[in-house]
């Protein structure tokens, strides 16, 4: 049995791998920062640990025996200011391996994002040979960038270092999908051009394994794309998650022009193609998904059930947002969208 130490146990992808982790017969220790979340990965079987993530003398003595140091923390609101990302991604990020070194753990675990190589053009067909963009003009993939290139760079024979990169995570409770169809509940989604792109998903379960096999198998100073092996036509991949959900699917929809008023990364996300080789993740990790996707979406469906039923007795559908008024098409797009000049948190990545 081999012991772990999670940042962003609390998180969308950090709870199926304490799940796993646990499941397997593994001990986990998990940072938390406040009373709600140190319940959640009480609740999933891990010890909480209090501290502050850009502070590693508050958790280093607690990572002290663990055999593996997952990192997934993040500042995950693209809306934040820069400053913002700063502290928590790349600060948070030196303060992990600071604590990793400290606390003598021999594995760094990443969690990155292929938005990190995102700077305005689409990424198609690309693998891992394909460069960082701490230039990026989005807060989120140029900072995400830098604190990659933090952790490849921090590889040592006393602390070997690897990053998983899964693409577009999504499954049951999924922020992204959830501020979505929370968007679309209240008729303030609209696509763009008809966000009929070619993309790579990743479903948690598949995230999960990834961060799995590049803890048992990643070689040092590396990083691992991981999707679905599934690719899918945005449009058509988002209509059936919100009907899955129970949600009509939208049908407004925004000319490329209107949509310049779209803060990137998300413009870039609603209107490029963003395809990636996983080669290297089959090869040297022996990668393959473990959730097929219509099983995956079956899941969501049945579980939205359940939620339908429990809103005729006072909750809301999903447990997720609605109720808004629909207003003026470009006005929804600049107040949910994310407009330079009056940015929302109404959109989560993980």
């Not at 850009?54 to 200011?81: M, N, W």
């Not at 990834?210 to 794309?225: D, I």
């Not at 959900?245 to 870039?268: C, H, K, M, N």
């Not at 098409?329 to 993980?350: A, C, E, I, K, W």
């Amino acid at each position: 049995m081999d012991r772990a130490f999670v940042t962003g146990g609390s998180g969308f992808i950090g709870r199926p791998l304490i799940r796993r982790l646990i499941g397997e017969g593994h001990s986990v220790s998990a940072l938390v920062r406040s009373d709600e979340a140190a319940a959640v990965v009480a609740a999933l079987g891990a010890d909480p640990v209090k501290g502050q993530l850009e502070d590693a003398s508050t958790y280093a003595t607690a990572a002290s025996g663990a055999d593996v140091f997952f990192h997934l923390a993040a500042q995950t609101d693209v809306a934040a200011e820069l400053d913002s990302h700063v502290a928590v991604t790349v600060n948070g990020t030196k303060a992990a391996l600071d604590a990793a070194r400290s606390a003598s753990v021999p594995i760094f675990v990443h969690t990155g994002t292929e938005a990190a190589l995102l700077a305005g053009d689409p990424l198609v067909g690309v693998d891992e040979t394909a460069p960082l963009r701490p230039d990026s003009p989005a807060h989120y993939s140029a900072t995400k960038a830098m604190a990659e290139q933090m952790v490849l760079d921090a590889d040592s024979p006393a602390l070997r270092t690897v990053v998983v990169r899964p693409r577009f995570v999504w499954g049951p409770d999924s922020n992204l999908i959830g501020a979505l169809v929370g968007l679309a509940q209240a008729g303030k989604f609209a696509w763009i051009d008809g966000t009929h792109v070619t993309t790579d998903v990743t479903h948690v379960d598949n995230a999960v394994e990834g961060h799995l096999l590049v803890w048992n198998h990643g070689r040092g100073g590396e990083a691992y794309f991981i999707t679905d092996d599934q690719r899918a036509d945005l449009h058509d991949f988002l209509a059936e998650q919100f009907e899955a959900y129970g949600v009509e699917v939208p049908t407004a929809d925004l000319t490329r022009e209107q949509a310049s008023l779209i803060d990137v990364p998300f413009r870039w996300f609603f209107s490029q193609e963003c395809t990636l080789v996983i080669d290297k993740a089959k090869a040297q990790l022996g990668y393959a998904p473990v959730r097929p996707r219509d099983e995956a979406v079956a899941e969501i469906r049945r579980i939205n059930g359940v939620r339908e039923a429990n809103a005729t007795s006072g909750g809301q559908s999903g447990g997720l947002p609605g109720g808004a008024n629909s207003g003026d098409q470009s006005q929804q797009t600049q107040r949910h969208f994310g407009q330079r000049t009056s940015r929302t948190s109404s959109y989560r990545r993980l």
